[in-house]
């Protein structure tokens, strides 16, 4: 595949100690895939490892870029996932782009302020989602495992909210003579 045809194409990534939800982009309004891994220990380990789930997604789709969180603190198996993705990204030389949690609530600002909220309104900008919603969890309940589609959907909003920000077009009094 030419990097012509996936210049657009992204690969976001929320990442968990025993788990990541992963979106792909093609542009800023396309999902081409969506899901979860895992990648549990103990009696029910999962066999493959998480440099291979990752590795397929990239050969895979041939994403221009990933997006990741980046986040002050994390787990030591978050982080070493972490490690893990940035290690199959520069085999493949892609780059790793990161985006703060701050980001995401800006583009969501005023009326979606937390994730249950977040998530209702990118199931409604990308109808293909809108089964995955979960339901609205109460303080007692774990967080439902299909939140980290969400999460990795809303930090690739919040990428290609910051691409369209840098790019600006050139005012016609600046341009060149032919």
Do not use: C
Request: hydrophobic fraction near 40%; aromatic fraction near 8%.
């Amino acid at each position: 595949m030419s990097t012509e045809t996936n210049q657009k194409r992204v690969l976001s990534l929320d990442v968990h100690p025993s788990r990541f939800g992963y979106v792909i982009f093609e542009g800023p309004e396309e999902l081409l895939d969506w899901g979860v891994r895992s990648f549990r220990d103990g009696v029910n380990a999962v066999r493959i490892p998480p440099a291979q789930k990752v590795g397929t997604l990239l050969d895979d789709f041939a994403p221009s870029a990933i997006v990741l969180e980046k986040r002050e603190s994390l787990a030591k198996k978050a982080a070493r996932h972490i490690q893990t993705v940035q290690r199959e990204a520069a085999k493949r030389r892609v780059p790793v782009r990161w985006v703060t949690r701050r980001m995401v609530k800006r583009i969501f600002d005023g009326h979606e302020r937390n994730k249950d909220e977040i998530a209702f309104v990118l199931g409604q900008r990308f109808p293909e989602l809108a089964p995955k919603v979960p339901p609205r969890r109460k303080i007692w309940q774990s967080e439902d495992y299909r939140m980290s589609i969400f999460d990795a959907a809303a930090l690739g909003v919040a990428y290609f909210d910051r691409l369209a920000r840098r790019v600006s077009p050139v005012p016609p009094g600046n341009l060149l003579p032919s």
